[in-house]
């Protein structure tokens, strides 16, 4: 069964601690997005990558990072910069390059982060 | 400000009735898309309307697309409580990444 996998599906984390939200694919797809979504809002894009060793940051970045050192694997580390952590983190993937706009999302389960 | 936005927030039907969602966006577009959300889960893809058709089926759902009004409909006909979820509009301002509305909360009463 192809599809995005996010874990863990809730993470507690005491405030000044770094975070890292594990998300995988196996849908060979090349491009990969994290979101983060607060109650009764929509999706904000926070990081997304097109290829494999290279990814942009999104509308609001400040506070995370990420890397893609593999195509299946696009991890997201909450740090303690980020003045509010607590939400719904989604993973998505889509495929090929720049191809947003051309196909549909596929998105994990998502993340229910809360920091305290 | 958030690229599409739906209208209305929130939506109360019961089953078997028609519901109709609408998404209304500022900048030329190449597609739109709309989604759905489950309590809790993350976001299932549910048609994409490119911006030269004006109207495309799948199944119950129904989605129109008015470029000279910027917006769009989403048409869910004969509604189930399995219908119940959150539906996101999402369009991609010519080249740049979806950028995703506010949603509609719908519930579909048995």
């Known amino acids: 069964d192809g599809g995005i996998t996010q874990s863990p599906k809730y993470l507690f984390r005491k405030e000044g601690q770094n975070v890292t939200l594990s998300c995988e694919q196996n849908?060979?797809?090349?491009?990969m997005y994290w979101y983060r979504q607060d109650p009764g809002q929509g999706l904000r894009l926070i990081y997304y990558?097109?290829?494999?060793?290279?990814?942009q940051k999104g509308d609001i970045a400040e506070g995370y990072s990420v890397s893609r050192e593999k195509k299946e694997s696009f991890p997201l580390t909450v740090t303690s910069a980020q003045k509010n952590p607590t939400a719904f983190y989604l993973c998505?993937?889509?495929?090929?390059?720049?191809?947003?706009?051309?196909?549909?999302?596929?998105f994990g389960n998502g993340t229910r982060l809360t920091v305290t | 400000s958030q690229q599409g936005e739906e209208d209305p927030q929130a939506l109360s039907i019961q089953e078997g009735e028609n519901a109709t969602m609408n998404c209304s966006y500022k900048t030329s577009i190449n597609n739109l898309q709309w989604y759905r959300q489950n309590s809790g889960r993350g976001l299932v893809h549910l048609i994409l309307i490119r911006s030269n058709e004006r109207e495309k089926h799948s199944g119950r759902l129904r989605v129109t697309l008015d470029t000279s009004k910027k917006s769009s409909s989403l048409l869910i006909t004969a509604s189930r409580a399995a219908d119940t979820a959150s539906y996101f509009c999402a369009t991609d301002a010519m080249g740049n990444m979806l950028t995703f509305g506010g949603g509609t909360r719908l519930m579909v009463k048995p």
């Open positions: 998505a993937s889509s495929p090929g390059q720049g191809s947003s706009y051309n196909s549909p999302l596929h």
């Open positions: 849908l060979n797809h090349d491009a």
């Open positions: 990558s097109q290829i494999v060793n290279d990814f």
